[in-house]
């Protein structure tokens, strides 16, 4: 099968990328290496793949998507924090412009698409674990964004028969997570000993979620989800920061030097993923404790 990935030289999309080239797949890699973290990291990430460099949103993607049969959308713009104020525009254009011109590139040509949602459009759900029939509340702006690019595969579906399939990622993190996710800071911190900002008191929890199993939802959606479908990709334990932070100065064998601030705007409290659809639909489950996750690349400086 000829797939493209969209967002290869990001976190998740690299190794997504890497796991379908090793199953023996051909590989359209895209990336606008945009600068919502630094360029070089993301140049380092895709160190072992033929990444394009070329921007969804001038692309000229009919030309891309020709002998594609499946698309795997991860590009966007990430973070909850940086979607308050001016830096909104980018959410708008990089989340939602950029996946319509996919979506309708993709249902013309009939390719399957799966697309990189977020448990950030549940806000502060109402139930917990949460499933996929919760009514989404987003409490940032990027939540609606996310949620905003899973209406709009909803209506080309509807409109032009796109085949598209969305997953929602619950705190994914391993080797080369964004530096603006708590791991990739705090890990970095405990090898040079400096400090670590911490948002909040430690007690906001999370279904953190390793990026291999991440990469495995992700392929077990393009195999096997119904056409319109969303999954909730979650790890299986839920931990608070605090928690991480303790697992992470055991591995070490370090203290984290802790810098408090107040809370960030637009965090939920909570994140806990009902998995029950996808393991029923796709056969996927989480199988990585965050202890096993963790352990191996503390120490390494970056992930
Ligand atoms: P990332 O920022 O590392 O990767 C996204 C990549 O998309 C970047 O390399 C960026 O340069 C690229 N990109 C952005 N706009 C583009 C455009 N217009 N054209 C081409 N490329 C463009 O982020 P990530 O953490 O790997 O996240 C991947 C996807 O998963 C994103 O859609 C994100 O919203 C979603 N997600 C991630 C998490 C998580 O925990 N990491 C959680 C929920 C959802």
Redesign the pocket.
């Known amino acids: 099968m000829r797939a493209l990935v969209?967002?290869?030289?990001?976190?998740?999309?690299?190794h997504l990328a890497e796991a379908l080239l090793d199953a023996g797949h051909e590989l359209v890699a895209?990336?606008?290496?945009?600068d919502?973290?630094d360029?070089a990291r993301?140049r380092e990430?895709a160190a072992a793949l033929d990444v394009l460099e070329?921007?969804?949103?001038a692309?000229d993607l009919d030309g891309l998507l020709a002998g594609v049969d499946a698309v795997y959308?991860?590009?966007?713009?990430?973070?909850v924090r940086a979607s308050f104020g001016p830096g909104f525009e980018?959410y708008v254009?990089?989340?939602v412009h950029?996946s319509g011109r996919l979506f309708e590139a993709a249902a013309r040509r009939g390719a399957r698409v799966v697309?990189?949602?977020?448990?950030?459009i549940y806000g502060d759900a109402e139930s917990y674990p949460t499933s996929e029939e919760t009514v989404p509340r987003p409490i940032s702006p990027?939540g609606v964004t996310?949620l905003c690019?899973e209406h709009l595969a909803y209506a080309h579906s509807r409109t032009a028969g796109l085949d598209a399939v969305g997953v929602?990622?619950?705190?994914?993190?391993g080797p080369?997570?964004?530096p603006d996710?708590a791991f990739t800071p705090m890990l970095e911190a405990l090898d040079a000993g400096a400090p670590f900002r911490l948002f909040g008191d430690g007690s906001v929890s999370r279904s953190f979620?390793y990026?291999a199993d991440?990469v495995a939802g992700t392929i077990a959606a393009m195999e096997r989800g119904r056409p319109g479908e969303i999954y909730n990709l979650g790890g299986g334990e839920e931990s608070s920061l605090t928690d991480a932070i303790a697992l992470a100065e055991r591995v070490a064998g370090r203290r984290l030097r802790v810098e408090r601030h107040g809370a960030a705007v637009g965090d939920v409290r909570r994140t806990r993923a009902d998995v029950a659809k996808a393991e029923r639909e796709l056969g996927w489950r989480p199988t990585t404790p965050l202890a096993d996750g963790a352990a191996g690349p503390v120490g390494l400086g970056r992930w």
């Open positions: 969209t967002g290869a030289a990001g976190f998740i999309g690299s895209l990336d606008a290496f945009t919502y973290y360029p993301k990430n070329a921007d969804l949103l692309a959308h991860l590009a966007g713009q990430p973070g980018h254009s990089r989340n950029a697309y990189a949602s977020s448990s950030s990027y996310k690019v929602r990622y619950f705190t994914v993190y080369r997570q964004r996710m979620t990026v991440a």
